[in-house]
């Protein structure tokens, strides 16, 4: 695990599964416009909530690239789930500020809902093509600048597939921040 903390917010990055997750308020979930089971993430997420996860969502559908909506967690180990549609790399214009603006809308609905805790995945960076490094540099560009003014949250969790991508997202977290690999 690498952990920086930016204003008073911890950001770790660890290898893992986003379902299980038990110690955080919130995940979030790399989601489909119709927030649907689907496949990835989502189908990971929503297979590990149940049945009642895809039946909240469904008036909350659909949702556009950089869009951010919360439900309750179901039979996860979480208070929230809060749903992000990234953008698909090639195809969303501007990729950049569409993924950005997921990562500033999670964080609303994080501070908004009192969450202490969110483990993100990699979002877009799965079936949506986006290349992992510049995913990471989107995420943590935008969680430091929005991090001087978060009040409830104290830790976001980035919780990666491989170690190859937990390493990936540890060295652009600290070139961002100008620190050392922990």
Do not use: W
Request: aromatic share 4%; glycine share 10%; charged share 25%.
């Amino acid at each position: 695990m690498s952990e920086r903390k930016v204003h008073d917010v911890i950001i770790e990055c660890v290898q893992g599964d986003i379902a299980d997750q038990p110690d955080m308020d919130g995940i979030i979930n790399a989601a489909n416009a119709e927030l649907r089971t689907g496949g990835g993430v989502a189908g990971a997420i929503h297979r590990a909530a149940g049945p009642g996860l895809e039946e909240e969502c469904r008036p909350l559908a659909p949702i556009r690239p950089g869009q951010a909506v919360i439900t309750g967690a179901h039979n996860l180990p979480n208070r929230f789930v809060i749903h992000c549609l990234g953008p698909v790399y090639g195809k969303d214009h501007p990729s950049d500020s569409l993924l950005a603006s997921c990562y500033r809308e999670a964080l609303g609905l994080a501070e908004t809902h009192g969450l202490d805790s969110v483990a993100s995945p990699a979002i877009s960076t799965g079936v949506f093509g986006y290349p992992m490094e510049e995913a990471a540099q989107v995420a943590f560009r935008t969680i430091t600048e929005e991090a001087p003014g978060l009040s409830a949250v104290r830790r976001i969790r980035f919780v990666l597939f491989s170690e190859k991508d937990r390493r990936l997202h540890a060295r652009v977290l600290n070139e961002l921040t100008g620190q050392d690999e922990a």
